[in-house]
């Protein structure tokens, strides 16, 4: 399968404890995303990568909340002393830019995080 | 990006045409119109996209009205598989970065 793949596909946690997801994109995508969604609503954009450089930030990503893409390839987000309003599903998607212009976003299943 | 407006739900019988309608009055001139959908706990899924004229695809049509201030996407003969959440969403074809999704609109198939 050479679609993008998030792991865990799913983690329960206790408050105050420590998270960290992984994203493979699709292996020549340049970009890569971060979304969360919670329940009802549409995911909603955190920060993207070009390459190994984190070019953008929302608001929404806390001091608690961190991501890296050391080598341009997999990228990790991880929450810092999770609270249960960090419950949500976590999605990553990849595209590829090329001089044409950006492509179509590809999304991963996605990390269910559960906080206790 | 330009704001959209989607009924929040709609029903279609299986093996009948889904036809769902999006309104982006305020889109300007460089936006695209473009459709994800996302299946329940799966990630979103590209559908389709266009700037003015109509497109087709393997998956649906999409249909822009000669103003572009709405459109509507085709799924020409719905499955209970394309029971979804479906995401009409206006952006410039370069602006790169993220997806503004909005609510969508959520698709029932009946069989």
């Known amino acids: 399968d050479t679609g993008v793949s998030q792991n865990p596909r799913h983690k329960i946690t206790k408050r105050g404890q420590n998270v960290t997801f992984r994203c493979d994109p699709i292996?020549?995508?340049?970009?890569l995303y971060w979304y969360r969604q919670t329940l009802g609503q549409g995911p909603e954009f955190l920060t993207y990568?070009?390459?190994?450089?984190?070019?953008?930030k929302s608001r929404l990503l806390s001091d608690r909340f961190s991501a890296e893409r050391p080598k341009g390839s997999f990228s990790t987000l991880e929450i810092q002393r999770t609270e249960q309003g960090d419950s949500a599903m976590y999605l990553c998607?990849?595209?590829?830019?090329?001089?044409?212009?950006?492509?179509?976003?590809?999304f991963g299943p996605g990390t269910r995080l559960t906080v206790t | 990006d330009a704001k959209t407006t989607q009924p929040t739900s709609m029903d279609c019988a299986e093996g009948r045409a889904a036809n769902l309608p999006c309104n982006h009055s305020?889109?300007?001139?460089?936006?695209?119109v473009y459709w994800y959908r996302q299946i329940h706990s799966q990630g979103p899924q590209y559908i389709i996209h266009?700037?003015?004229n109509n497109e087709t695809n393997e998956m649906a049509s999409l249909i822009i009205t000669e103003d572009r201030k709405s459109s509507t996407l085709i799924l020409p003969h719905a499955t209970l598989r394309d029971t979804a959440v479906y995401y009409c969403?206006?952006?410039?074809?370069?602006?790169?970065?993220?997806?503004?999704f909005g609510k969508g609109t959520s698709l029932l198939v009946t069989p």
């Open positions: 990568f070009q390459n190994e450089a984190q070019l953008e």
């Open positions: 969403i206006v952006r410039p074809r370069n602006s790169g970065y993220a997806l503004n």
């Open positions: 305020t889109i300007s001139g460089n936006e695209y």
């Open positions: 998607a990849s595209s590829l830019l090329e001089n044409r212009g950006i492509y179509e976003q590809y």
């Open positions: 292996s020549e995508h340049n970009r």
């Open positions: 266009g700037l003015k």
